[in-house]
Nanobody
């Protein structure tokens, strides 16, 4: 089993930055890939970004590319999401997720951290 705990959310004005962290514990050696997802009120959960445990195969949603940066620190079993130039439409509950193989879906999820961006 893998446990994921997100942190770093908050309320910021538009244009500001936040850095989210996702700390993994448990059988972290089984993790193949980690990702960030978000869900705004009344909307479905959407993909934001993902990275392999070895730091490769980084992908971003079109809506965040150029503003958000994902990074991993295996020494701390932590994945980060640096969010710059935040917009009100980035307001959502941000979830961290992990999967243990390239073909499986994400099977481990954190509880989420709230990001609110005021206009």
């Amino acid at each position: 089993q893998v446990q994921l705990v997100e942190s770093g959310g908050g309320l910021v004005p538009a244009g500001d930055s936040l850095r989210l962290s996702c700390a993994a514990s448990g059988r972290t050696f089984t993790i193949y890939r980690m990702g960030w997802f978000r869900q705004a009120p009344g909307k479905e959960r959407e993909f934001v970004s993902a990275i392999n445990r070895n730091g490769g195969n980084i992908v971003y949603a079109d809506s965040v590319r150029g503003r958000f940066t994902i990074a991993s620190d295996n020494t701390k079993n932590t994945v980060y999401l640096q969010m710059n130039s935040l917009k009100p439409e980035d307001t959502a509950l941000y979830y961290c997720a992990a999967k243990i193989s390239p073909i499986n879906s994400y099977q481990y999820w954190g509880q989420g951290t709230q990001v609110s961006v005021s206009s």
